[in-house]
T-cell receptor, first 113, second 111 residues
Framework: AQRVTQPEKLLSVFKGAPVELKCNYS??????LFWYVQYSRQRLQLLLR??SRESIKGFTADLNKGETSFHLKKPFAQEEDSAMYYC???????????????FGRGTQLTVWP | DGGITQSPKYLFRKEGQNVTLSCEQN?????MYWYRQDPGQGLRLIYY???????QKGDIAEGYSVSREKKESFPLTVTSAQKNPTAFYLC??????????FGEGSRLTVL
């Protein structure tokens, strides 16, 4: 069965420190992974996806199929990074290319000044 | 202004009453989704629809119903059969890339 695990419910770091939000997944097919972010009083929005292999707001995430992980990293955290972060796995439905997303339980990141 | 509109933002309901949450989009996206967000539980999928007049159950569909009569609209009804309806409900749409776009959410409180 498909599953996304974010082991840390809360994570706190000081400004300028490195940060890593962990995400592990379980899926027998070819995974497509995403990170979504929800800042205070804002809508949930896409941060990045593994297919694009890009860096957004200094964040990167590498898909490690051997370890079934998709950890989100940033070398120098900023106060404005404080938010709820969700890891998500997309699976394909039969006859559909859009499929559905499975979300982890989320990690609340707090960056202290 | 393009986007996803959920209404109402806050809703109170007495036990035993059905309530319908509205979700409208003008992004011309084919797929629409309803998620329930509870603290510590992440987002759980209630129902989703890939095309008009078709929808599928998600992981927690019991006590909920939906319809998709128009591409722009995907209303969610929380019925009296839902045992724990107090929650934050999120509607989302998706385009071909699979990226989800979310509404601002509706908070339902059962008194």
């Amino acid at each position: 069965a498909q599953r996304v695990t974010q082991p840390e419910k809360l994570l706190s770091v000081f400004k300028g420190a490195p940060v890593e939000l962990k995400c592990n997944y379980s899926y027998s097919g070819s995974p497509e992974l995403f990170w979504y972010v929800q800042y205070s009083r804002q809508r949930l929005q896409l941060l990045l996806r593994h297919i694009s292999r890009e860096s957004i707001k200094g964040f990167t995430a590498d898909l490690n199929k051997g370890e079934t992980s998709f950890h989100l990293k940033k070398p120098f955290a900023q106060e404005e990074d404080s938010a709820m972060y969700y890891c998500a796995l997309r699976t394909a439905d039969r006859g559909s290319t859009l499929g559905r997303l499975y979300f982890g339980r989320g990690t609340q990141l707090t960056v202290w000044p | 202004d393009g986007g996803i509109t959920q209404s109402p933002k806050y809703l109170f309901r007495k036990e035993g009453q059905n309530v319908t949450l509205s979700c409208e989009q003008n992004l011309n996206h084919d797929a629409m989704y309803w998620y329930r967000q509870d603290p510590g539980q992440g987002l759980r999928l209630i129902y989703y629809s890939q095309i008009v007049n078709d929808f599928q159950k998600g992981d927690i569909a019991e006590g909920y119903s939906v319809s998709r009569e128009k591409k722009e609209s995907f209303p969610l009804t929380v019925t009296s059969a839902q045992k724990n309806p107090t929650a934050f409900y999120l509607c989302a749409t998706a385009r071909g890339t699979g990226e989800l776009f979310f509404g601002e959410g509706s908070r339902l409180t059962v008194l």
